[in-house]
Nanobody, 124 residues
């Protein structure tokens, strides 16, 4: 069992930055691939970024490439999402998720555990 707690969301002006954190419980964190998803009101939950258990491999949705960076610190059981040059269309509730298998990381259904989400609001 893995419990995930996101933090770092808030209100930021367009062009600004935020760093989201996702703290995981359990001693097996380093064996999980991790992902970030986001969901805006009335929309589906969309893939944002993912990172392999080792941190060597990363994936991003096209619209955030070059602006967002996913990373992890297995010693701290934490995964991060650094978000720069934020746009109003990035506003959403951001969720982190953990996947034991590490395949199909762009698909929400792949993931085994989810956090409660953190709100990101971007003003124009």
């Amino acid at each position: 069992q893995v419990q995930l707690v996101e933090s770092g969301g808030g209100l930021v002006q367009a062009g600004g930055s935020l760093r989201l954190s996702c703290a995981a419980s359990g001693r097996t964190f380093s064996s999980y691939a991790m992902g970030w998803f986001r969901q805006a009101p009335g929309k589906e939950r969309d893939f944002v970024a993912a990172i392999s258990w080792s941190g060597v491999s990363t994936l991003y949705r096209d619209s955030v490439k070059g602006r967002f960076t996913i990373s992890r610190d297995n010693a701290k059981n934490t995964v991060y999402l650094q978000m720069n040059s934020l746009k109003p269309e990035d506003a959403a509730v951001y969720y982190c998720a953990a996947d034991r298998v590490g395949t199909n990381l762009r698909m929400a259904a792949t993931y085994d555990y989810w956090g409660q989400g953190t709100q990101v609001t971007v003003s124009s």
